[in-house]
């Protein structure tokens, strides 16, 4: 499922928000009827959990907390160490590098998700995967692959209900700060870490209401959204076909479908994961070009066969 941190914030109409939380509550019921032992989140961060002094492209939390950007949940999370420890393990000896961290902090597109599907983030054990989606440069779609292959792998030998989720994209291009374009304050931030004051997040929220508002007026210099690649993409994944991604240029996806389109990378890892199963098919599925969220807004359901 896609996340957008203008879910919770002051902008998008009614129209949308029921549109949009109608699908979730399709999802939420899908995965109360499955009743998951154990919950493993792909997901990206925003420079709230990791920072260019050291980034890696994945990493496995055995610890984890909410910092609680954008109206999410601020806390701990419920991370079994020992099964992330394993999951880890498992991950180095399929030859995909991993990092590790005891003390991961994860945001909106982490705990978002959680808080959609359970009503609370703490509901049920996870196991948080990050992807790097948004430092360049970025690693091959084939390694993401690789990834979700090779935690599914790990997953099938526990004998429990394992929810999957990928969590970002689609088509999205909102103002994200990097190396060559972050003025002194935000490079801080980005390189280093460090700390957002309230006032400080309380100004990044009233710049990305004004972002919002600009792009669905038309106005602004943000990369359009693009339906027609995010509906293409999609019918990639109901259909199996993961291994294409594999020749995708990461220059390509950018300038099809702006620079934060690379969260798909969360969705490859998901899929891939559950394909190790053998096939599967897609259940629900929705997807909205959603300008007021500065986002094609997508959720998939999918089961093996």
């Given at each position: 499922?896609s996340?957008?941190?203008?879910?919770?914030?002051?902008?998008?109409?009614?129209?949308?928000?029921?549109?949009?939380d109608?699908?979730?509550?399709i999802?939420?019921?899908?995965?109360a009827?499955f009743?998951?032992e154990?919950?493993?989140?792909?997901?990206p961060?925003?420079?709230?959990g990791?920072?260019y002094?050291?980034?890696p492209?994945?990493?496995?939390?055995?610890?984890?907390q909410?910092?609680?950007?954008?109206?999410?949940?601020?806390?701990?999370l419920n991370?079994?160490?020992?099964l992330a420890t394993?999951?880890?393990g498992a991950?180095?000896?399929?030859?995909v590098?991993?990092?590790i961290?005891?003390a991961?902090d994860?945001?909106h597109g982490t705990?978002q998700?959680?808080?959609k599907?359970?009503?609370d983030?703490?509901?049920?054990?996870?196991?948080?995967?990050?992807?790097?989606?948004?430092a360049?440069?970025?690693?091959p779609l084939?390694?993401v692959?690789?990834?979700?292959?090779?935690v599914?792998?790990?997953?099938?030998?526990?004998?429990?209900r394992?929810l999957?989720?990928?969590s970002?994209?689609?088509?999205?291009?909102?103002?994200?700060?990097?190396?060559?374009?972050?003025?002194?304050?935000a490079?801080?931030?980005?390189?280093?870490?460090?700390p957002?004051?309230?006032e400080?997040?309380q100004?990044?929220q009233?710049?990305?209401?004004e972002?919002a508002?600009?792009?669905?007026?038309?106005q602004?210099?943000l990369?359009?959204?693009?339906?027609?690649?995010d509906r293409?993409?999609?019918?990639?994944?109901d259909?199996?076909?993961?291994?294409?991604?594999?020749v995708w240029?990461?220059?390509?996806i950018?300038?099809?479908?702006g620079?934060?389109?690379?969260?798909?990378?969360?969705?490859v890892?998901a899929?891939s994961?559950?394909a190790t199963q053998?096939?599967?098919q897609?259940?629900?599925?929705?997807?909205?070009?959603a300008?007021?969220?500065?986002?094609?807004?997508?959720?998939?359901?999918?089961v093996?066969?």
């Amino acid at each position: 499922m896609s996340h957008s941190p203008l879910l919770n914030l002051p902008g998008p109409s009614q129209e949308l928000l029921d549109d949009i939380d109608g699908a979730i509550a399709i999802a939420r019921d899908f995965v109360a009827a499955f009743d998951p032992e154990l919950v493993v989140t792909f997901s990206p961060d925003h420079y709230n959990g990791f920072f260019y002094r050291a980034m890696p492209p994945f990493c496995i939390g055995t610890a984890a907390q909410g910092v609680g950007d954008y109206g999410t949940y601020k806390g701990p999370l419920n991370v079994p160490a020992d099964l992330a420890t394993d999951c880890a393990g498992a991950v180095l000896d399929a030859d995909v590098d991993i990092a590790i961290s005891a003390a991961m902090d994860v945001d909106h597109g982490t705990v978002q998700p959680l808080q959609k599907l359970f009503g609370d983030a703490t509901a049920k054990p996870v196991i948080p995967v990050f992807i790097n989606s948004v430092a360049t440069p970025l690693g091959p779609l084939r390694r993401v692959r690789a990834l979700g292959t090779a935690v599914g792998a790990y997953l099938a030998t526990l004998g429990k209900r394992v929810l999957v989720v990928g969590s970002g994209g689609l088509s999205h291009d909102p103002p994200v700060p990097t190396l060559a374009t972050a003025p002194p304050a935000a490079l801080e931030r980005i390189v280093h870490g460090a700390p957002m004051s309230a006032e400080q997040r309380q100004a990044r929220q009233t710049a990305v209401i004004e972002a919002a508002r600009e792009f669905a007026s038309g106005q602004g210099g943000l990369a359009p959204l693009n339906p027609d690649w995010d509906r293409a993409f999609l019918d990639l994944l109901d259909t199996g076909r993961l291994a294409e991604v594999d020749v995708w240029d990461n220059g390509w996806i950018a300038a099809q479908a702006g620079n934060s389109a690379h969260e798909v990378r969360t969705w490859v890892a998901a899929f891939s994961a559950l394909a190790t199963q053998g096939d599967y098919q897609t259940d629900s599925r929705f997807y909205r070009a959603a300008p007021q969220l500065i986002a094609g807004f997508a959720i998939r359901t999918a089961v093996c066969r």
